[in-house]
């Protein structure tokens, strides 16, 4: 039995450049990651089997696809290793909330079966498959801080923020990538920072901030909770929306507000953690 974390995605800062020829847009991102996710379970058997559990389950099992199963059959096309396997997906991160779940448990698929195989998790052909299966599973893959360009899968592995707490909060809304990426205004702010990673994510901004928002304006109470939290670094949405985030100077300040924000909406999903 082999065991993956997707850990959860965020991205610290998000810029959207213009968007390409071939409609896809070109960014520049500050990824992170945390200690927590959805775990992923892969195991030998007779024959395939794919479950979901775990406290989001139900929205995914009602998808006919899953980034998990294609995962699993790019790895089998790539690398010709046809054995049958079980995979368990405990989803315990929200569907749709800007923090690379799906994009995280193709990459824990990928890691898991290249294991049984004896594929290194860097190897070239591994990113490949990565990369067919979505702009974010790259960066899943590696579970590490970078900086990402083009669509993101242009990595540049940092160090510098390993530790930090973070507060992850969801208000319970799903928002299309798709659709907050048509809203974008088509604006192009400038390029990332570089040098203190702290200060390049302080400094920067998430350009797909204002879409989500007018698509989901329940976005606007939760950046606005976090921001009266006391001791943040840094308040900011992840990715497309709906996840929000802060960045606090001590783990007892994140578990405060974690306790404030569980007891005044208890209807939101909340996440207490720290960057790796």
Known sequence: MIQEIARAKLNLALHVRHRRSDGYHALETLFAFV??????????????????????????????????TRARDRFRLTFGDDRPCAILLDKRLPVASGIGGGSADAAAALRALATRAGVRHDD???????????????????????????????LVPVDGLGG???????????VSTAAVFERWDGVDR????????????????????????????????????????????????????????ALFEDAPACAAAAEAIRSAEPGWWCLETALI
Do not use: K
């Not at 775990?39 to 929205?59: K, V, W």
């Open 190 to 245: 400038g390029s990332i920072g570089s040098g203190d990673l702290l200060e390049v994510a302080r400094s920067g901004r998430n350009d797909l901030e204002p879409p989500a928002r007018s698509l989901a304006p329940a976005i606007d109470g939760v950046l606005a909770v976090l921001a009266r939290q006391p001791r943040t670094h840094m308040v900011r949405m992840s990715g497309s929306g709906a996840t929000c985030f």
């Open 124 to 154: 070239p052909d591994l990113l490949a498959c990565a990369n067919v299966l979505g702009s974010d599973v790259p960066a899943c893959l590696l579970s590490r801080t970078a900086i990402g360009r083009g669509r993101g899968e242009d």
């Open 35 to 68: 200690r927590d996710g959805d775990l992923l379970t892969l195991s030998d058997a007779e024959t395939d089997r794919f479950a979901i559990t775990g406290p989001f389950a139900a929205t995914l099992q009602a998808e006919s696809d899953n980034l998990v």
């Open 164 to 174: 930090v707490p973070a507060l992850l909060v969801n208000p319970g809304v799903g």
